[in-house]
């Protein structure tokens, strides 16, 4: 049987999304912020962080997809695009996890081609020990060990994103 063991409570994520959140509040202090959420897996942790940024946003997504299962396939697909230019904006990239970086890498090298004025990344958690492309985490939530991780937006095969803690699922 199949079980989810809990890694990062509620508690423990409300607590570093407020954090991070006062952080991008103060850093982007006087400007608008173009907060642009990777789909699927950033829309908990977006949607938390949004309410904890206390400067105008506006808000676009884009969705990429690279996983089947728990294995990277190793390519990135943009599944949907940006509706609105981002030419003279600051951008505020908001992902789930960096696992070998592949993804941010592809979408840092499409978002530079469409001239923002600045590009900041905000990620839930980063996996180093899978790390291929090293890519900087403006404002990161959680560096963890290498296990696959679910809940809180993550899923394994479209199932558990709505658990509202990170999980280590065991097969
Ligand atoms: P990367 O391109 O950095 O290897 O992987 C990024 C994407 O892979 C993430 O946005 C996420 O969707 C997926 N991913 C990587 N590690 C995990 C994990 O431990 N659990 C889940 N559910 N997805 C992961």
Do not use: C, W
Request: charged residues 25%.
């Amino acid at each position: 049987m199949s079980s989810v063991d809990v890694f990062i409570s509620k508690e423990q994520i409300a607590n570093r999304v407020k954090e991070i959140g006062a952080l991008i509040s103060k850093d982007y202090a006087g400007k608008e912020v173009t907060v642009i959420p990777l789909l699927t897996g950033a829309f908990m942790f977006a949607a938390d962080l949004l309410r904890e940024i206390k400067v105008p946003v506006d808000i676009q997504f884009m969705a990429t997809s690279s996983y089947e299962g728990t294995q990277s396939t190793g390519e990135v697909k943009i599944n949907y695009d940006l509706k609105r230019s981002v030419h003279g904006k600051h951008v505020l990239l908001v992902e789930d996890i960096v696992d070998t970086g592949t993804t941010l890498k592809t979408v840092m090298e499409i978002m530079k081609t469409r001239k923002p004025a600045s590009i900041k990344l905000a990620s839930l958690l980063y996996k180093p020990a899978r790390n291929i492309h090293p890519v900087d985490i403006d404002y990161l939530g959680f560096e963890i060990e290498d296990k696959f991780v679910i809940g809180y937006g993550l899923d394994f095969d479209g199932r558990y994103r709505e658990l509202p803690y990170i999980g280590v699922y065991q097969a």
